[in-house]
């Protein structure tokens, strides 16, 4: 046989076991990696149902999953009795590990009282067709308030913005939108407010006429807007106060003259007496007279 085949023969076998060598380890990496992926698993609560906001966390309501220690969600659950009896604050879809952000504590209520934040009050206020624009107010809507009345001392009625860039909370009992986005017909709107603005708004709400604007909701500007009266609708400007005839107003008060102190002033000296002089000439004498201050 030819020394020549036999090299190649022997070279192409022995880079042969070179590449299955090769190749064998690497299977063996991969599968070993694959065992310690297995067995590193952790528990994990996921949702067995959607879970909407308002309510709240049953066992029938959640299911345990298995993931990867590695990528288990901070903020997950690993036991089922630490989500139970929780409300929900937020949306969560089936299959999705439940966290602790989406969940109120427990004992914190149902329905909106989960979802307020701390220093914050809900408001409800009585709507229409025409206050609650149609029925569009959903749940997550910003609105301003608008207020018409009759103020104290003024002689029409004015339309003003009490309040602006408020959340709709619920539109009636519904305390997120409609799956559709259609209207929600609702016969009262409850939005989310500061103490002060609470007040502001129920007492709108009780001596006035209440009419929601609805806004943008990346729109956060405060316009500062004077108001309207009536008189202002027929292009007129608003008549100024009149004073009653029984109070005219007070005239002014006249000052006397200020007092000068004049000072008495003494007449001036006489002039002295002219200076005289005796001349005597022999026998006779002759007096002459001289002016002051000639000498």
Do not use: W
Not at 144 to 172: I, K, R
């Amino acid at each position: 046989m030819d020394r020549r085949f036999l090299t190649v023969l022997g070279v192409s076998l022995l880079f042969a076991l070179v590449i299955s060598s090769v190749f064998y380890q690497m299977t063996a990496r991969a599968g070993s990696t694959k065992k310690v992926e297995n067995t590193d698993l952790k528990d994990v609560v996921l949702a067995a149902r959607p879970l909407s906001v308002g309510t709240s966390v049953h066992p029938a309501d959640i299911k345990l999953g298995k993931m990867p220690a590695s990528a288990f969600p901070k903020g997950a659950f690993s036991k089922a009795e630490e989500v139970i009896d929780r409300p929900v604050v937020s949306n969560i879809l089936i299959d999705e590990p439940v966290l602790d952000g989406r969940l109120a504590a427990r004992g914190s209520g149902l329905g909106l009282a989960p979802i307020i934040p701390v220093g914050m009050r809900a408001v409800t206020v009585r709507v229409n067709d025409v206050t609650g624009i149609s029925g569009f107010v959903l749940p997550g809507m910003r609105v301003d308030v608008l207020v018409t009345g009759h103020p104290p001392n003024a002689e029409s009625t004015v339309t003003a913005t009490c309040l602006q860039n408020m959340l709709v909370l619920s539109a009636g009992t519904a305390i997120q939108p409609d799956a559709r986005g259609q209207a929600m017909q609702a016969a009262t709107v409850t939005l989310l407010a500061t103490p002060e603005q609470a007040e502001t708004l129920t007492l709108a709400n009780n001596e006035g006429r209440v009419q929601l604007v609805l806004r943008n909701g990346s729109d956060q500007t405060i316009e500062k807007t004077p108001g309207r009266e009536v008189a202002e609708l027929y292009g007129a400007r608003a008549p100024k106060k009149k004073v009653a005839a029984d109070n005219p107003p007070p005239k002014p008060v006249r000052r006397p003259p200020p007092v000068v102190n004049v000072v008495a002033t003494a007449p001036p000296p006489p002039p002295p007496p002219p200076d005289q002089i005796v001349v005597i000439r022999g026998t006779q004498k002759s007096v002459e007279t001289v002016a002051n201050g000639v000498k």
